[in-house]
């Protein structure tokens, strides 16, 4: 019995393109984490496959300018010990266990856009474009964008791309246990003190990353920002926004197995008051750079 | 075990040679697992085998209203598909009360999500799983039975025949109503745990040319298997012919009959192997699960400390089928009162059906969930005493001779105050400090607690747990222990048991008891099958007792035989004939005796001779069914440990750390002492695992965490170090002195871990696990059975109350009464 | 048809396999542990474990969630510590599949092996070949790994019957042995 779906393994981006363009709705295929076991239990039919991994171009990662480009088949492991990209990196080293690590991939992650991926969840608070490529060319979508709209069935993913850390910047989780637990809430932080701002994603809690822009707001207002510094009880109120936010927010996801709703808006306040006790500490919050 | 792919491990084969009780050998079978060519039931193949999955109804309850699997037969690549009405034997199968049917028949019910309703064998696993979809299958949804106290009303309408009291228990022991200045009144939850046995089930069947059939298995209880498969099959037992397959973890999980029967009918049906084995979801929704608990006590004491009463009401929920329900709750009943001396005590348990999955045995069976009860209020009397919870714990244990709740006096040793006192003497571990990496804060790296937030607290669980089979039951384990000579002319023992090593390490106990009785280096086990009589079960913590009491039995027979050969050839006077170990010794492969001036070669005795072929079966002191009043000699023998557990929690989050665990264990003698220490550091993690994070979460009948995703194991990150202090009292009665020791720990961890937080945060914690919401969030008042200063049962002169629904009527609603295999009366303790 | 009944069906055992229309297979060459292998008309979607398991016979690399989160089936992949159960097996034609039996020729498995036998860290050894790869990639990497970060590198490693204590005690005695303590 053979079927008419078969395996590409495309060498090239452009090869890659041609392929795609001859087998709409084909499967891209990155690590596989999320589509192999998926496979399997039907929850995915199988269709033409286009693994990803031979593009050696989609697996680069540098800076540039101001930017930070990650290919879209980099790994977390490729990340987590990245220099130029603290917060990417702590997400990075956040995620499941090393065998997870070293084969998802971030074009994965955005292919997945799992409410609960870590991934999703900085790069919201990085307000990160998401280079898309298709027959016609590439095109950069910013990551709101590219959620709510995702690609086109001729496009892939191609890159993320970041702007180069202006001040201190995390990414705080808490699972189901010590380590290798899929996030019950999560907290980005990232704070601009060029443009003396900070954004701040809340991922796990709804089904899609949360962003909390009057929280932010607060920050941006009260922050001494010629030092970095948050007063002591602006963090705490900080905390207070993001949970509301939290609670507020659209899609809120219910009580599950892993915690009621009602400790996870708890949960992200608590992660962004610390978030902010570490990247918004004045000169100590330097140490924010490496977490 | 030492296959051809193993790796040579440098000195393992000399050590395990020379190694005799009480030395810590390596496993015989560790260079075959560590190179990965030790044969799981999983990894039997065999040519032309075929492969069979399970059709599972998605319902907690639901009438089967047609199957018609026409289509499925029709496709290519598939060879057989069998339902209830392929089943030529008795229609339902259970290791206590035969209630389960082997598929939920036509125009019969489906009582839980995963009861088998078909089974399909095809060519390959993939087509056998698109076959299943091809089976029609029409359900009539019934309401389901979920909630447990519902099924014990009496008004509620049975779900099976046999109602839907599985057993119900009193337990009166002195002045029932006798109470105390100071009492202490709650109720708490444990929810439902899984063994989570790593390799999943499975079987290799085979037919025979006699019209039987074999399986190549994992299991804990070959004989157990055997005689379920025989009854359903329509065969005699000796054409029902069981060998273990590797077994890849066990923990109660696999007492039960899963896919033994199934297997077997599409071998006997297709006349090819059949390879039948689950998936990890399928696994989860196959066996039985350790019982979820509703437990309300009241504690009274006098001002001074001393126990006067314990009143306790249990309800378990023991899901759609009897599994071994009836014995876990008579544990759980009797060992309500915990490891002290209570005068006065009253307990009430009941174990009802639902559609709910069946819960059965696992490692504790019934004792852990009493535990987590009993210790939470003895440290609730502390606080309301003024006392500190080790004084009060020492001041009640139990020991020798005391009187257990059920009338029976405590048979020695039993070192209570030993273990609690050495745990609380063990040192401290450090505080955690700033410079404590997040890594090893709550939450770890990812959450960055903060210091400042984290506060560190001590609990202590104490515990006590039966060890091998209850209530009258009559407990055997078989051994043969052959002496031959093997290709080279050297002599070598076999020893032969249906003990299932699960990954105990029985196999490793057995060879160094017949090194040290034979005297011999040159020990081989042969695979556990039902060629040769039962061991019992591997559970209830009972195989070094007693399949390594029959294995010592039959080596002590072995040397008998051939001290006796030695003598008979010396030609002696009779009287020192008859007992020639006063002047014969057998050891080194060698029997000499310096005083009648012998010395003979083993291998000389074995080659004049031939060979010695002993079979000896063991038996424990018997025990006693319980009166009305739950009074009776009902448990042999006991052990206790106690835990003290030392925990971080982030205040904020409420996420918890583990930090450090002591153990001391009432172990009698240890003969391996690497093997415990590996015991009771799994059985701890186990326990550790309930305390804070492993549920299966039932939902209306759904079990809604069916794979590793979300039904959260420890890791590595998640077990602190264990620090073991053995407490080494022979029991008498024993074989060398040893006890059980697997399971009295997975006990005591839970609840000393739910005492720490309770330490840490000052919360009364009620129910297990606890999840982070329940430090950090306003209580959740579901939780109480009863509200705490309310008695569920009404005063005055208890009348014993036993309703057992267990009759042994038919299962299935019109298909007349079966028969049954002659089942044994329930087994009082497990894994 | 699939069963009349369309009630939500928890669990793959439950679950209704895809139309019945042929499933797509395809043919290609693994490499494992220095031999290759041909595989002939495998389902399209098959993970890497499956194949080693079900259809090269290669049993060394065990399963027991397929879904990536026991570490049961780790093999190195071109060298790489992954789960086998979410590599798409036709994808990893070109590379090179190590599992524990490839790992022999190498010193510091066999020590590994070595010590998990002495010191107890294997009970019912289910989990024992992933875990002997992941300590072994483990060591390679990072031979100084302190209890903590081991136990962190191994979280991706479930074992139920150890409680892990005597396999942290075999990884602290291979690290003792190497630094010749
Ligand atoms: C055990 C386990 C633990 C996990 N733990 C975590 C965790 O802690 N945190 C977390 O965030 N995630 C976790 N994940 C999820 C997963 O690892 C990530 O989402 C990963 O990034 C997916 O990447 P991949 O390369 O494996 O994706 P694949 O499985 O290859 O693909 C996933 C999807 O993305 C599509 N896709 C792939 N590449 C592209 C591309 N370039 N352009 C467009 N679409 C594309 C695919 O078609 C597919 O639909 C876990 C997964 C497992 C199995
Ligand atoms: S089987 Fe692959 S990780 Fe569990
Ligand atoms: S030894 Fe059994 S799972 Fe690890």
Redesign the pocket.
């Known amino acids: 019995m053979t079927g008419v779906a078969t395996m590409r393994r495309p060498r090239s981006l452009s090869e890659a393109i041609d392929t795609l363009a001859a087998s709409p709705g084909a ?12 496979l399997r239990t039907g929850a ?1 039919p199988v269709r033409e496959m286009i693994s ?1 991994r031979r593009i050696v171009e ?1 697996r680069a990662r540098g800076a540039a300018g101001d930017w930070l480009t990650i290919g ?2 980099a ?2 492991a490729d990340l987590a010990g990245w220099s130029l990209a603290p917060g990417l990196a702590a997400t990075a080293r ?4 090393p ?2 690590r070293n ?12 409410p ?5 969840t900085f790069l919201v608070a990085a307000d990160a474009g998401v280079v ?1 490529t298709g027959p016609v060319g590439q095109r950069q979508l910013g990551i709101g964008r590219f959620l709510a709209d995702r ?1 086109g069935p001729d ?4 890159a993320v791309k970041l702007a180069r850390p202006c001040g201190p910047q995390t990414y705080l ?1 808490i ?1 189901a246990r010590q380590t ?4 019950v809430a999560s907290c980005a932080l990232v704070v601009d003190r060029v443009r003396r701002l900070v954004r701040c994603a809340i991922g796990g809690v709804a089904s899609r990353p949360v962003r909390a822009l009057a929280a932010e707001d607060h920050v941006a207002e009260t922050a001494d920002w010629s030092t970095g510094a948050l007063p002591p009880d602006a963090a705490h109120r900080f905390g207070e926004l993001v949970a509301e936010a939290v609670t507020t927010a659209p899609d809120v996801a219910g009580d599950d197995v892993y915690a009621p709703a009602a400790y996870r808006s708890h949960a992200a306040g608590v992660l962004a008051r610390r978030a902010a006790a570490r990247c918004l500490a004045g000169a100590r919050g330097a140490d924010a750079r490496r977490p | 075990m030492t296959g051809p792919g193993a790796w040579p491990v440098p000195g393992a084969d000399r050590a395990l040679e020379r190694a005799r009780i009480g030395r810590s050998a390596p496993r015989p079978d560790g260079p075959a697992k560590v190179a990965g060519t030790f044969p799981y039931a999983n990894d039997l193949r065999v040519p032309g085998m075929l492969h069979a999955r399970t059709l599972r109804s998605p319902h907690p309850h639901a009438r089967v209203r047609r199957i018609d699997a026409t289509a499925a037969r029709a496709m290519p690549g598939v060879a057989a598909v069998v339902t209830a009405a392929d089943v030529p034997g008795v229609p339902t199968y259970g290791l206590i009360h035969p209630d389960q049917p082997v598929f939920a028949p036509v125009g019969g019910v489906a009582r839980y999500v995963g009861e088998p309703v078909a089974a399909v064998a095809a060519v390959d696993g993939r087509t056998a799983r698109r076959a299943l979809a091809a089976i029609e299958v029409e359900y009539e949804p019934l309401e389901p039975l979920t909630d447990p106290r519902r099924a014990a009303d009496p008004r509620t309408p049975p779900i099976h025949p046999n109602g839907n009291i599985y057993r119900e228990l009193t337990l009166r022991h002195g002045d029932p109503g006798a109470r105390g200045p100071v009492e202490v009144v709650d109720s708490y939850l444990v929810g439902q745990q899984d063994q989570a046995f790593l390799a999943c089930e499975a079987a290799l069947a085979l037919p025979a040319a006699d019209g039987g059939v074999d399986l190549m298995l994992a299991t804990q209880w070959l004989h157990s298997d055997r005689d379920q498969m025989a009854a359903c099959l329509g065969l005699p037992e000796e054409k029902v012919r069981l060998t273990l397959a590797g077994v890849g973890g066990a923990f109660g999980g696999r007492e039960d009959v899963t896919l033994q029967i199934h297997g077997a009918l599409l071998a006997l049906a297709t006349g090819s192997p059949v390879r039948i084995a689950y998936d990890r979801e399928e696994s989860f929704l196959a066996h039985p699960h350790r019982h979820p608990a509703r437990m309300w006590f009241r504690h009274s004491a006098t001002r001074d400390g001393d126990l006067i009463a314990v009143a306790a009401r249990i309800v378990m929920d023991g899901g759609a089928y009897a599994s071994s329900s009836p014995a876990v709750i008579a544990n759980a009943v009797t060992h309500a009162a915990g490891p002290y001396r209570v005068p006065n005590v009253r307990v009430d348990g009941v174990v009802v059906r639902t559609n709910n999955p069946p819960c059965g045995a696992m490692r504790g069976f019934g004792v852990p969930q009493v535990t987590i009860g009993h210790e939470a209020q003895m440290d609730r009397l502390a606080t309301a005493l003024g006392m500190d919870p080790v004084a009060l714990r020492l001041r009640n244990a139990i020991g020798p001779g005391d009187l257990l709740p059920t009338g029976q006096a405590v048979p020695p040793p039993l070192p209570v105050r030993e273990v609690i006192e050495a745990v609380a003497a063990a040192p401290a571990p450090p505080p955690a400090t700033a410079a404590t990496p997040a890594r090893d804060r709550p939450g770890g790296r990812g959450a960055q607690a903060d210091p400042a937030r984290i506060r560190r607290g001590t609990g202590y669980g104490v515990g006590v747990k039966n060890l091998m089979f209850s209530e009258g039951f009559d407990d055997s384990a078989t051994a043969r222990v052959v002496l031959e000579l093997d290709r080279d002319g050297q002599p070598r023992a076999v020893v032969h048991t249906a003990c299932a090593e699960v990954g105990q390490g029985f196999v490793t106990i057995a060879g160094q008891i017949a090194r040290t009785e034979l005297g011999l280096d040159a020990v081989v086990l042969a695979p556990a099958d039902t060629a040769v009589a039962s061991a019992g079960s591997t559970s209830a913590s009972r195989q070094t007792w007693m399949s390594g009491g029959a294995v010592r039995k039959a080596s002590v027979a072995a040397v008998d035989e051939v001290l006796r050969r030695v003598a008979a050839s010396l030609r002696l006077p009779p009287a020192a004939a008859a007992t020639p170990r006063r002047l014969l010794t057998l050891a080194d492969g060698a029997v000499t005796g310096p005083e009648a001036g012998v010395s003979v070669g083993l291998a000389d005795v074995l080659a004049a001779g031939g060979p010695v072929d002993v079979t000896e079966t063991f038996r424990h002191r018997p025990t006693h069914p319980m009166d009305a009043f739950g009074q009776g000699d009902c448990h042999v023998a006991y052990a206790c440990a106690a835990h003290r557990a030392v925990v971080d929690v982030d205040l904020d989050t409420g996420l918890v750390r583990v930090v450090e665990l002591t153990l001391a264990q009432d172990v009698g003698t240890m003969l391996n002492p690497l093997s415990v220490l590996g015991q009771v550091e799994g059985g701890t993690a186990q326990g550790l695992g309930l305390a804070l994070m492993e549920e299966l979460v039932v939902t209306d009948g759904m079990v809604i965490n069916t794979t ?2 979300d039904y959260l194991l420890p890791t590595a990150a998640d077990v602190p170090p264990l620090r073991l202090i053995p407490i080494e009292q022979p029991a008498p009665e024993a074989p060398y002195g040893v006890k059980g020791i697997g399971e009295a720990p997975t006990g005591t961890a839970t609840p000393a871990i739910v005492a720490a937080i309770r330490d840490a945060v000052g919360r009364d914690l009620r129910r297990v696990p606890v999840r982070p919401a329940d430090l950090v969030l306003p209580p959740d008042p579901t939780v109480y059975l009863a509200p705490p200063d309310e008695d569920p049962e009404p005063q005055g002169p208890a009348e014993p109350a036993a309703r057992d629904g267990m009759g042994l009527s038919d299962a299935t609603p019109g298909a007349g009464t079966p028969p049954g295999p002659d089942q044994p009366p329930a087994p009082g303790a497990s894994p | 048809m699939p069963a009349t009944d369309t009630g939500s069906t928890p669990g793959a055992a439950l679950e209704l396999a895809p139309g019945l229309a042929p499933e797509p297979t395809v043919s290609y060459q693994l490499r494992v542990d220095g031999a290759r292998h041909q595989v002939h008309g495998a389902w399209l979607g098959a993970s890497l474990l499956s194949v080693l398991r079900d259809t090269l016979d290669l049993t060394t690399v065990k399963d027991a969630c397929e ?3 026991c570490g049961s089936c780790s093999v190195l992949l071109d060298g790489r510590l992954v ?1 086998s159960c ?1 590599v798409l097996a036709a994808d990893a034609e070109d590379a090179e599949v190590t599992s524990v039996a490839g790992l022999r020729p190498s010193g510091p498995a066999r020590a590994v092996a070595a010590a998990f036998v002495r010191e107890g860290a294997v009970q019912c050894g289910y989990c024992t070949p992933g875990m002997v790869v992941a300590v072994t990639d483990l060591l390679a990497r990072r031979p100084d790994a302190d209890d903590g970060e081991v136990r962190e590198a191994l979280s ?1 490693n479930i074992c139920r019957c150890t409680g892990y204590g005597r396999i942290l005690a075999a990884v602290r005695a291979v690290q003792d042995e190497r630094a010749g303590r």
Not at chain 1, 94 to 97: A, L, N, P, R
Not at chain 1, 180 to 183: E, L, M, R, T
């Open positions: 499967d891209l295929l990155a690590g596989g984490t999320d589509l192999v076991p998926a995915r990803l989609l879209a088949c790994t977390y956040s995620v499941g266990s065998q997870i084969t998802g991939t971030v074009g994965g992650a955005l292919g997945t856009a799992s609960r991926g870590d991934l999703l898309v690609h496009e892939l993913v191609t989780k699972g290798a637990s899929i996030p | 590793f995703h | 879904q990536g989160r789960a979410t991706g």
